[in-house]
């Protein structure tokens, strides 16, 4: 499910949300294929120029990990308000090298 009805939506309204939500991934992971770098959600949403709120930019990177796609990355960007973001990347480009953050060991 890319559409989390949290507001009861019913019949066309909510067959439309479904639609736009489904529609915002198939961008935004499109996006991470044509930039093969790692992007923060306010990244994606200001280099896309969506015309959504940061939580349905952050709801689809959500799916897109759950499915495998991109994956989140230990590492991070200042976003809006001065706060740290992560990064995602393409999961073909993530490293199963990295450090873990609980461990001082490398992961296979």
């Given at each position: 499910m890319t559409f989390y009805n949290t507001i009861e939506e019913t019949g066309e309204?909510?067959?439309d949300s479904h639609s736009k939500a489904k529609t915002q991934e198939e961008k935004?992971?499109?996006?991470f294929l044509n930039c093969n770098q790692p992007l923060s959600p306010t990244m994606v949403l200001e280099q896309l120029g969506l015309n959504c709120p940061l939580t349905s930019v952050?709801?689809?990177m959500t799916n897109l990990t759950i499915g495998?796609?991109?994956v989140k990355t230990d590492?991070?960007?200042k976003g809006n308000y001065g706060k740290h973001e992560h990064l995602w990347e393409l999961n073909e480009l993530h490293s199963p090298f990295r450090l873990d953050?609980?461990?001082s060991h490398r992961s296979n």
């Amino acid at each position: 499910m890319t559409f989390y009805n949290t507001i009861e939506e019913t019949g066309e309204e909510l067959a439309d949300s479904h639609s736009k939500a489904k529609t915002q991934e198939e961008k935004i992971y499109a996006y991470f294929l044509n930039c093969n770098q790692p992007l923060s959600p306010t990244m994606v949403l200001e280099q896309l120029g969506l015309n959504c709120p940061l939580t349905s930019v952050r709801r689809a990177m959500t799916n897109l990990t759950i499915g495998g796609k991109i994956v989140k990355t230990d590492e991070y960007v200042k976003g809006n308000y001065g706060k740290h973001e992560h990064l995602w990347e393409l999961n073909e480009l993530h490293s199963p090298f990295r450090l873990d953050k609980h461990d001082s060991h490398r992961s296979n």
